[in-house]
């Protein structure tokens, strides 16, 4: 009965649509490796049969820099390769699709990431349930935010830091380190706790750009400042020292870049290379991956934070359906990318109030594309 109900309401995949969507920051966004002034997205729009449309976001942070993939590469495979491997394919029979696609293409995680969200965001709106009930179910409404401190302007960290805390957008703060000297770095670190004055936690990000060596003079002195937590110090392939910095920590070391997929997960819990991990759902592949990183993790007793890939509303409302379903998330985590951006893709933008973004409501991913702005924003 349920097998027959669900099948006549999902269709099979009629076309794929690309854009490249161009959004300008607010300010400068700075990494260890680059400065940054606006984001480029994939967004993707999957039809069925009967004219049902799911959107979905294949994107990374401001370049090829992190992972090596690019929005334009992105587009390419999956304009040329996974895009008519899908053509015709039942969507009640998710998981046949994405076998189809591991043997069309080998890895490409984020492309076949954001094909995912979009094809789960049709099925919802086609169940007329939530994304986050085909994930399992929800156990929040909410996900505290941390802002990044990364205009590379002290002036203008500080003004956000009051701008944030005084509208509720955010309840914690992430420096962006690496950009300058381990010196300079801590001179900025120190100078922001004293603007925080206890109001909110900080974090620290070097986005992998310490030595062992950095690591180890640094973490006294960020012991000392009452830095909360810092994340992915070194290298993504030194899982070994990582796993000294952690035990040498009494301050909570997060792995990031260094645990992309569940067999990642599974040696990071071996080599005790981290406190906690950082979920990201591009880096993973998808949702369903990214959850069983997740599940992995929480089984090891590790808690899980919900990163970013500075997304669109899209991308920000899929994360947010992701971290609704999480067993723990006792940091929160960074879904902010609207927050960062002049202008948003959404007919009605995510809501961030109370320090959190919280879940959209409605079948789906719960979100409306504004066509006029996708026009507007498209890449000609």
């Known amino acids: 009965m349920l097998k027959s109900l669900v099948e006549h309401h ?40 009967h004219g049902a449309q799911g ?37 009640s029979r998710f998981n046949a699709i994405f076998d189809t696609l591991a043997r069309v293409a080998r890895g490409n995680l984020l492309a076949k990431a954001g094909l995912e969200m979009a094809c789960l965001d049709l099925i919802g709106k086609s169940l007329d349930v939530p994304v986050h009930v085909l994930l399992g179910g929800k156990r929040r409404e909410s996900c505290p935010i941390a802002w990044p401190l990364a205009s590379g302007d002290p002036a203008q960290d500080r003004t956000e830091i009051e701008d944030m805390l005084s509208t509720g957008r955010a309840s914690a703060f992430k420096v962006k380190a690496g950009a300058d000297d381990l010196q300079s770095d801590l001179r900025r670190i120190a100078d922001l706790t004293a603007a925080l004055a206890g109001r909110a936690p900080l974090r620290i990000d070097p986005n992998e750009s310490w030595s062992e060596m950095h690591a180890l003079v640094a973490l006294p002195q960020l012991v000392a400042m009452g830095v909360e937590l810092i994340e992915q110090p070194v290298p ?29 997960m599974a040696h990071c819990i071996e080599a005790e290379a981290a406190h906690m991990v950082s979920i990201k759902i591009m880096k993973s592949g998808g949702m369903g991956a990214a959850r069983r990183v997740a599940d992995l993790a929480h089984t090891a007793g590790m808690p899980l934070y919900m990163g970013t890939f500075l997304e669109t509303g899209i991308g920000t409302a899929a994360g947010m359906h992701l971290a609704a379903t999480l067993p723990s998330l006792p940091f ?49």
């Open 10 to 49: 999902l269709g099979k995949v009629d076309r794929v649509e690309t854009f490249l969507v161009d959004l300008p920051f607010k300010r400068l966004q700075r990494f260890a490796r680059l400065d940054a002034r606006a984001q480029t997205s994939l967004l993707i729009r999957i039809t069925d049969q």
């Open 55 to 91: 959107i979905g976001e294949a994107i990374v942070p401001c370049g090829p820099w992190w992972s090596g993939d690019s929005v334009e590469s992105m587009k390419i495979i999956i304009d040329t390769y996974l895009a008519p491997a899908m053509i015709g394919c039942e969507l």
């Open 236 to 264: 993504r392939e030194q899982m070994a020292v990582m796993g000294r910095i952690t035990a040498r920590s009494s301050v909570p070391i997060m792995i990031d870049e260094g645990v992309q997929t569940d067999t990642d």
């Open 332 to 380: 929160g985590g960074e879904i902010f990318g609207p927050l960062l951006m002049q202008d948003d893709l959404l007919r009605d933008p995510m809501q961030y109030k109370q320090g959190a973004v919280w879940l959209p409501e409605g079948a789906g991913l719960g979100v409306q594309i504004d066509d006029d702005k996708l026009r507007h924003y498209t890449r000609v």
